[in-house]
């Protein structure tokens, strides 16, 4: 996932093969995989719909 799971920041630039990548809003590193997973975690709590993308 591009999107920081504590900020919400999108990294804009981001190849798929990079595992490990810092949020430039809040300095956060995150492992991609973790980061996806807290993502949509985070989406199901708060009812959002996992098809809205």
Do not use: P
């Not at 804009?12 to 993502?39: F, S, Y």
């Amino acid at each position: 996932s591009r999107t920081c799971h504590h900020c919400g920041h999108i990294k804009k630039e981001l190849k798929v093969k990079t595992r490990k990548w810092k949020c430039q809003n809040c300095g956060k590193t995150h492992d991609r995989d973790i980061n996806a997973a807290i993502n949509i975690l985070n989406r199901w709590f708060n009812g959002d719909s996992l098809k809205k993308h």
